[in-house]
C-alpha cells in the first residue's frame, strides 16, 4: 500500500508522544542492547503489511536515527574519560601537601620525613548505579624510589574520595589517607587500593611489599604480594620501591574489581592479582574525587606517577597510556665487570701477582719468627706528651686482658669489641677505636683528655688511653658490673626485670647526666647516640651514660651544630636523619625514645612492627596506656603505678616531638620527673605539670650542683 505525497503521516503524532519516553530510556542499563536492535536493517515487525500501512520507509529511517543520536547524547554525557600521558601540569591536576609536578611527572612525595603528598582530578566523577552496582577503569604508570642516607619504607594509594585536601589525614604508615581517628570510620566514603611497602602490624599486613583493598580502613579487605600471574601460572613477585617502573590496571564491572600489575613493557596478564566484589552503593557518594596520596615517615622513599588513564565507560583505557622512551628512575646498578677500572685492575693486578706472592711469603715468615711475643708500645710522638698524664702503657693493658682474650669479651661497641680487666686493683672496660688520620687523631685525642675532666655521678668514668699504633686508640672506662640497661629491659624474664620504681630511678638518673653534659661544664656536650646499650648500671644499680666515642663538644657562647651523621636508627630525630647535624635537641628526642622502651618493653625497632614512637603515638590517642605497659610489670588498670606510667609517656612522646623546637630542654624535663614525682599523690595531669615547669629555671639547679 502506497502512501500519497501530500497526505499527513499518522506515525508523526505518535511519535511526538512518544519522545520523552525514549529520551528516558536512554538512562537505562539497556541501552546498549537497545542501540543495538535498532541498528539492525532490514527491521523485523510480525505484520510487515501493517506497518506498510501506517508509516513510509522513509519515517522508519527518521525514528531509527533519532534514537542513536539520543542514545549517544547520553552516553557522552554520563561517561567520564581522561588521559594523561607524562603530561601532568599544574593546572591539569589539583596538588596537595607536597605534591609537585616536575617535567610532566606528577611526583607525591620526594626525600623529606612525615610528609603527605596527594593529587586529584580537577572534577568530580558522577557516580552512577545500576543495581548497586558500578563500572569503571583506569590504568596508571608508577616508580618508587629509595632516597640516599634513608630507609626506604611506606608507600602510596590509587583512591576515590569525596573531598580534597588533607585535612584528617596522617602521615607514615597511614599513607595519607587516615589518621588514627578517622581510620574504620564508615562515614569516610573512602575506596582505595594501597601499594604499600613497610609491614604495619596495627593493621595486620601481610609483609612489606603488598597489594591492598581499602574500604575506609588501613585494614585491607583483600591483600597480596605486589607481582603478576604469568601464562605459566607461575606468580613473580615484584618489588614496589626499587626504583623499577610498572604499570597497573583496575577494572570495575557491576562492583567486581580485579586488579593487575605487571613490569612495564608487558601485556596485561590474564590472571588478576586481586578479584573481589564490592558494594558501591554504601560506600561512594554520587560525586567523588579520584587521585593518589602517599606518605612518608622516618622512612623515605619517592612516589612518582608518570601516565594515568580513567574512563567510567571504556574498559580498555590502558591500552592508551605511552609505555615507552618514559625516564628512569632506578638506581644505578652497572656491572663491575664491565667497567673500564675493572678491566685495568685485572691487567695490572695479573702483572702484579708474581709480586703480591713475594709479599705474602715475606709477611708470613715474619709472623712465624714473632710468635706469641707480647706486642710493644710504639715510639711516642711529639704531640702525645701533651696528653701523657692520662696514657697508659700498652704492656699493661694488654697484660690486663689476658692479651685481649675472647674469655674477658663483655659487650660490644659501635667499634668493636668491649673487653674486661684489671688495672692493678681496679676492674677496668677496655674499648679500641679506630682513628683514620693523624689529624684526625689528634682532634679526638684533644676531645677525649677533655672529657676526662667530666666527673658526674651518672656518667661512666674516662680513666685513660693508650696507644699501639696509628689509626688505633685504646680507650679504658669505669667498669659497670650489673652491665648495660637494654640487657635488663630485653633479655630477662619477669623474675629479673627491672621494678617500675628501678625503672624510674634509671631515667632520672640518665636525665641527669644528660643534664650534666648540656649545660653544667664549660662546654656544651652533646652525646648523639643516648640508647639503652650506652646506659650502664653499677654495682648499686645507679644508671651511668657512657660511650663517649661520639660525643661532640662545643664552647657555651657558640652554636652547637656539628655535620655529622653519627647514632643509631630508631633513635635519630628527623632533623638528623635529614640533614646530619647533631644538637642537644636531638639527645632530648634519644632520652623520649628511651622512656618510651623503658615503660614498653620493647625496642626503639623491632622487625615487622612500627616504629615504637609511631605506635605509642596511636597507644595515647586511643587511651589504652595499658595495652603498652611493659606485661612483666604486672600493673594494675587503675591505680599510682599506671597513672605514673602514663605521665612517663606522654614526657616521653614530647621529647621525642618530630618539630625540634617542640622538644622540652633537659632542664625542662627534670623540673617535669620531679613534678611526676612529687604530684603521684594529687594526680595532676600532665599538661598542668608541664606548664609549670615550663617556667622553672635551672640554670644554677641543685641536680648539677650534687652531681659534679
Same mark, same amino acid.
Given at each position: 500500500m502506497t502512501q500519497n505525497p501530500g497526505s499527513t503521516n499518522p506515525l508523526h503524532g505518535w511519535f511526538d508522544n512518544l519522545f520523552p519516553w525514549l529520551l528516558s530510556l536512554t538512562r537505562s542499563p539497556f541501552v546498549l542492547l537497545l542501540q543495538l536492535s535498532l541498528s539492525i536493517s532490514p527491521i523485523c515487525v510480525p505484520n510487515r503489511s501493517f506497518v506498510e500501512g501506517i508509516m513510509s520507509c522513509s519515517s522508519i529511517t527518521l525514528f531509527c536515527a533519532v534514537i542513536s543520536i539520543l542514545i549517544s547524547i547520553s552516553l557522552s554525557v554520563s561517561a567520564t574519560e581522561f588521559i594523561f600521558n607524562t603530561n601532568f601540569t599544574s593546572t591539569n591536576i589539583l596538588l596537595f601537601g607536597n605534591a609537585t609536578v616536575d617535567s610532566s611527572v606528577l611526583i607525591l612525595t620526594r626525600d623529606s620525613t612525615f610528609t603527605i603528598g596527594r593529587a586529584l582530578y580537577p572534577s568530580k566523577i558522577p557516580i552512577r548505579f545500576s543495581d548497586s552496582s558500578f563500572s569503571f577503569a583506569t590504568s596508571f604508570i608508577f616508580s618508587v624510589t629509595p632516597q640516599p642516607n634513608h630507609l626506604p619504607g611506606h608507600g602510596f594509594a590509587f583512591l576515590f574520595t569525596p573531598s580534597t585536601g588533607i585535612n584528617g589525614t596522617s602521615s607514615a604508615q597511614n599513607l595519607g589517607l587516615f589518621n588514627f581517628t578517622t581510620n574504620g570510620n564508615p562515614n569516610n566514603h573512602v575506596f582505595a587500593i594501597e601499594f604499600d611497602s613497610f609491614q604495619n602490624q596495627e593493621f595486620n599486613d601481610s609483609n612489606d611489599n603488598h597489594v591492598g583493598v581499602d574500604l575506609n580502613s588501613l585494614e585491607s579487605t583483600a591483600s597480596s604480594t605486589a607481582g603478576f600471574w604469568n601464562e605459566h601460572g607461575e606468580f613473580k613477585e615484584l618489588r614496589i620501591n626499587n626504583g623499577e617502573i610498572y604499570q597497573v590496571w583496575i577494572e570495575c564491572l557491576n562492583s567486581l574489581v580485579n586488579i593487575t600489575m605487571a613490569e612495564l613493557g608487558m601485556r596485561k596478564p590474564r590472571k588478576p592479582l586481586i578479584s573481589l566484589s564490592v558494594n558501591f552503593s554504601e560506600l561512594l557518594l554520587d560525586e567523588m574525587f579520584v587521585g593518589f596520596? @602517599?606518605?612518608?615517615?622516618?622512612?623515605?622513599?619517592? =612516589?612518582? +606517577?608518570?601516565?594515568?588513564? %580513567?574512563?567510567?565507560?571504556?574498559?580498555?583505557?590502558?591500552?592508551?597510556l605511552v609505555r615507552t622512551n618514559l625516564p628512569s628512575f632506578a638506581p644505578h646498578n652497572d656491572s663491575i665487570f664491565n667497567s673500564i677500572a675493572f678491566i685495568v685492575g685485572i691487567i695490572v693486578g695479573g702483572s702484579g701477582l708474581v709480586i703480591i706472592c713475594c709479599i705474602v711469603v715475606y709477611v708470613l715468615v715474619i709472623i712465624k719468627r714473632r710468635g706469641t711475643k707480647k706486642p710493644m708500645d710504639d715510639d711516642i710522638e711529639d704531640w702525645e706528651l701533651e696528653y701523657w698524664p692520662h696514657r697508659f702503657a700498652y704492656d699493661d693493658v694488654y697484660a690486663a686482658t689476658d692479651g685481649f682474650s675472647e674469655a674477658n669479651v663483655v659487650g660490644f661497641g659501635r667499634n668493636g669489641m668491649v673487653y674486661?680487666? #684489671?688495672?692493678?686493683?681496679?676492674?677496668? @672496660?677496655?674499648?679500641?677505636?679506630?682513628?683514620?688520620?693523624?689529624?684526625?687523631?689528634?682532634? %679526638? /685525642?684533644?676531645? +677525649? $683528655?677533655?672529657?676526662?675532666?667530666?666527673? =658526674?655521678?651518672?656518667?661512666?668514668?674516662?680513666?685513660?688511653?693508650?696507644?699501639?699504633?696509628?689509626?688505633?686508640?685504646?680507650?679504658? *672506662? #669505669?667498669?659497670? #658490673?650489673?652491665? $648495660?640497661?637494654?640487657?635488663?629491659?630485653?633479655?630477662?624474664?619477669?623474675?629479673? !626485670?627491672?621494678?617500675? #620504681?628501678?625503672? /624510674?630511678?634509671?631515667?632520672?638518673?640518665?636525665?641527669?647526666?644528660?643534664? *650534666?653534659? =648540656?649545660?653544667?661544664?664549660?662546654?656544651?656536650v652533646i652525646h648523639s647516640d643516648i640508647k639503652a646499650n650506652n646506659v650502664l648500671l653499677d654495682r648499686d644499680m645507679n644508671a651511668r651514660l657512657g660511650d663517649f666515642g661520639l660525643a661532640r663538644m662545643q664552647p657555651n657562647k657558640? !652554636?652547637?651544630?656539628?655535620?655529622?651523621?653519627?647514632? !643509631?636508627?630508631? *633513635?635519630? @630525630?628527623?632533623?638528623?636523619?635529614?640533614?646530619?647535624?647533631?644538637? /642537644?635537641?636531638?639527645?632530648?628526642?634519644?632520652?623520649?625514645?628511651?622512656?618510651?622502651?623503658?615503660?614498653?618493653?620493647?625496642?626503639? /625497632?623491632?622487625?615487622?612492627?612500627?616504629?615504637?614512637?609511631?605506635?605509642m603515638r596511636g597507644v595515647m590517642e586511643r587511651n589504652e596506656i595499658v595495652v603498652a605497659v611493659d606485661e612483666r610489670l604486672k600493673v594494675e588498670e587503675v591505680g599510682e603505678e599506671i597513672d605514673e606510667m602514663e605521665r612517663m609517656v606522654c614526657l616521653g612522646l614530647l621529647c621525642a616531638h618530630p618539630e625540634a623546637g617542640a622538644r622540652p630542654t633537659m632542664q625542662q624535663v627534670m623540673n617535669i620527673l620531679g613534678e611526676i614525682n612529687k604530684d603521684n599523690s594529687n594526680h595532676r595531669t600532665f599538661e598542668q605539670i608541664k606548664t609549670s615547669s615550663s617556667s622553672t629555671s635551672f640554670v644554677e639547679s641543685d641536680v648539677l650542683k650534687s652531681g659534679r
Open positions: 596520596t @602517599a606518605s612518608t615517615g622516618q622512612l623515605v622513599q619517592s =612516589h612518582k +606517577i608518570l601516565s594515568w588513564s %580513567f574512563s567510567t565507560s571504556n574498559l580498555s583505557i590502558g591500552d592508551a674486661k680487666g #684489671e688495672l692493678g686493683r681496679s676492674k677496668v @672496660a677496655v674499648k679500641k677505636i679506630s682513628v683514620e688520620s693523624e689529624c684526625g687523631m689528634r682532634e %679526638f /685525642m684533644a676531645e +677525649i $683528655s677533655s672529657l676526662r675532666r667530666l666527673k =658526674h655521678r651518672n656518667l661512666v668514668k674516662l680513666i685513660g688511653w693508650c696507644k699501639k699504633e696509628k689509626g688505633s686508640l685504646i680507650l679504658m *672506662y #669505669e667498669f659497670m #658490673e650489673n652491665g $648495660s640497661l637494654d640487657k635488663k629491659l630485653f633479655e630477662c624474664d619477669e623474675n629479673t !626485670t627491672l621494678s617500675w #620504681e628501678k625503672r /624510674m630511678k634509671v631515667l632520672s638518673d640518665v636525665a641527669t647526666g644528660l643534664l *650534666y653534659l =648540656h649545660q653544667g661544664w664549660d662546654y656544651k657558640r !652554636t652547637v651544630d656539628k655535620k655529622r651523621v653519627v647514632g !643509631t636508627v630508631g *633513635y635519630l @630525630a628527623p632533623e638528623v636523619v635529614r640533614t646530619g647535624r647533631v644538637s /642537644m635537641q636531638g639527645d632530648v628526642f634519644g632520652f623520649g625514645v628511651l622512656v618510651l622502651e623503658v615503660v614498653c618493653g620493647r625496642r626503639a /625497632m623491632e622487625e615487622g612492627k612500627p616504629l615504637l614512637v609511631d605506635w
